[in-house]
Antibody, heavy 120, light 108 residues
Framework: EVQLVESGGGLVQPGGSLRLSCAASGFTFSSYWMSWVRQAPGKGLEWVANIKQDGSEKYYVDSVKGRFTISRDNAKNSLYLQMNSLRAEDTAVYYC?????????????WGQGTLVTVSS | SYVLTQPPSVSVAPGKTARITCGGNNIGSKSVHWYQQKPGQAPVLVIYYDSDRPSGIPERFSGSNSGNTATLTISRVEAGDEADYYCQVWDSSSHHRVFGTGTKVTVL
């Protein structure tokens, strides 16, 4: 059974940092693109970043470029999102997602999400 | 950046057919994926690569994609289909994954 379990969310002040983690199991982690997707309260889904199987390609939505860094450790079956210079508008539930073997594929599995709240 | 536009809401009576559109420039040249999200839950993939269904998704869910519009069709709608639905594509020019604005389906 595929499982994605996020951790690391919480309350942080504007300008602060947070590191999200996603523990993956039930599939060959190193064979899939992985993404972070977020959803602000009462709003729609927003893709944040994704990373290729070997980490050689990373892409970001413009609003987080230069502030967020996606990474993965295939030996630990883990995905990460380092978030710096956080803003109020980054407040959202952050989902870890397993994409396809190809970057154009659908997202077949999602974690349950971790809430990040940026507030003073 | 690539933009996907969906109607904010669609209402449908039980047993009828709901059609949710996703508009984008020449979207027919891209692969479209559809997700269902119920309140407080993570999204669930219901259609991928325009018209394929993941295992466990009822045949009542189908998809099509042509020109500037992709469509998710839900036949014989049930109360349990009430949810938010999002389309998604991969934009090859930016390498970004893009979600539509979302459509709330209400079963009357």
């Amino acid at each position: 059974e595929v499982q994605l379990v996020e951790s690391g969310g919480g309350l942080v002040q504007p300008g602060g940092s947070l590191r999200l983690s996603c523990a993956a199991s039930g599939f060959t982690f190193s064979s899939y693109w992985m993404s972070w997707v977020r959803q602000a309260p009462g709003k729609g889904l927003e893709w944040v970043a994704n990373i290729k199987q070997d980490g050689s390609e990373k892409y970001y939505v413009d609003s987080v470029k230069g502030r967020f860094t996606i990474s993965r450790d295939n030996a630990k079956n883990s995905l990460y999102l380092q978030m710096n210079s956080l803003r109020a508008e980054d407040t959202a539930v952050y989902y870890c997602a397993r994409d396809a073997r190809y970057s154009s594929g659908g997202t077949h599995y999602w974690g349950q999400g971790t809430l990040v709240t940026v507030s003073s | 950046s690539y933009v996907l536009t969906q109607p904010p809401s669609v209402s449908v009576a039980p047993g009828k057919t709901a059609r949710i559109t996703c508009g984008g420039n020449n979207i027919g040249s891209k692969s479209v994926h559809w997700y269902q999200q119920k309140p407080g839950q993570a999204p669930v993939l219901v259609i991928y690569y325009d018209s394929d269904r993941p295992s466990g998704i009822p045949e009542r869910f189908s998809g099509s994609n042509s020109g500037n519009t992709a469509t998710l069709t839900i036949s014989r709608v049930e109360a349990g289909d009430e949810a938010d639905y999002y389309c998604q594509v991969w934009d090859s020019s930016s390498h970004h994954r893009v979600f539509g604005t979302g459509t709330k389906v209400t079963v009357l």
